[in-house]
């Protein structure tokens, strides 16, 4: 997943997937943890140091020549090799294809997550999240929760977020594609629609992105459908995905742990209602706002929003 950091709506901590930031290279794998769909991957042998990494005993420097320069360090990505299930990078990167070959598609997802009060105490709030896509230059996102209603429009050449319940909008010209217009918002404004990164143009590359290690965990089942369910670690979440192992190929259900905040919140979105023939209307992609609605500044939307938590 993209970075270090999940798209969000502001103050929803939620993304790859689900959702995440990708920009960096699919990195190169390392020792790789065979295993057959059904089983446990093999652990590695007690006392062993992952593929790699290099032992040193305490204290000890290395001998360096006068006038030598002093060796470079070596970048945080290079120092740890990447493990990853063979199989898992396969049923990711097929998953990755499929969306990556439609040129559009809508989905519904069911949106839990986590809360933590300064106390420690856990909150747990739900949602459910409306979502379109179409590649040439469209996407849509409508989220209804407890935290109130948000929409957002995507078309090639603007964003538009609406909040009825202060009925203000604002809109930014945007990059004409859909992963750069994402990558602006984040940078600028520090959030993006939920989900978004299975949207992106490389959906593989970009849930892929900061994998440290993967691994198959087993056969499950979400809402009465088989899934593949894989596991994968990264420097500052966890996360899990379930892929439908059937006649789409699709997520079925992504759950992220921020394991480095406070609590360990946790992120889950059940995924349906997949629909790649239904075609999406023009209108759909078009910013629908009432007549008396306010437009102020994006800035200032997005820190209201946060504010209303």
């Not at 006068?66 to 070596?74: Q, R, S, T």
């Not at 009060?117 to 849509?140: H, M």
């Not at 590359?205 to 369910?229: D, N, P, S």
């Amino acid at each position: 997943m993209r970075g270090t950091t999940l798209r969000q709506w502001p103050r929803i901590v939620i993304g790859v997937v689900l959702v995440m930031f990708f920009v960096a290279p699919f990195p190169t794998w390392g020792a790789a943890v065979e295993t057959t769909p059904g089983k446990q991957p093999a652990k590695p042998p007690a006392g062993t140091a992952p593929a790699g990494t290099a032992t040193q005993k305490p204290m000890e420097k290395p001998v360096e020549k006068a006038g030598a320069k002093p060796a470079a360090k070596p970048t945080e990505q290079s120092s740890m090799a990447t493990i990853i299930d063979p199989q898992v990078d396969k049923l990711l990167k097929e998953m990755g294809e499929y969306l990556k070959s439609a040129q559009q598609y809508t989905f519904q997802a069911d949106i839990t997550f986590d809360d933590v009060l300064p106390s420690g105490q856990k909150i747990q709030f739900g949602a459910t999240e409306d979502v379109a896509l179409r590649r040439s230059n469209g996407a849509y996102f409508e989220y209804r929760g407890d935290l109130g209603v948000k929409r957002f429009w995507y078309n090639g050449e603007t964003i538009t977020l609406y909040d009825p319940g202060a009925n203000w909008y604002a809109s930014e010209k945007v990059p004409a594609k859909f992963d750069d217009a994402m990558d602006l918002l984040m940078k600028e404004f520090g959030f993006a629609p939920p989900l978004a990164d299975l949207l992106s143009a490389d959906p593989y590359k970009v849930l892929a992105g900061k994998v440290q290690f993967g691994i198959y965990v087993g056969m499950g089942t979400v809402e009465g459908l088989r899934c593949y369910h894989l596991a994968f670690s990264e420097k500052y979440i966890d996360w899990q995905i379930w892929i439908e192992d059937g006649k789409m190929l699709v997520p079925r259900k992504i759950l992220i742990t921020y394991k480095t905040i406070p609590g360990a919140p946790q992120f889950t979105a059940v995924l349906s209602d997949w629909d790649f023939v239904t075609r999406v209307p023009d209108s759909l992609f078009s910013a629908a706002l009432p007549p008396d609605a306010e437009k102020i500044q994006f800035a200032k939307l997005a820190t209201s929003l946060d504010k209303k938590k």
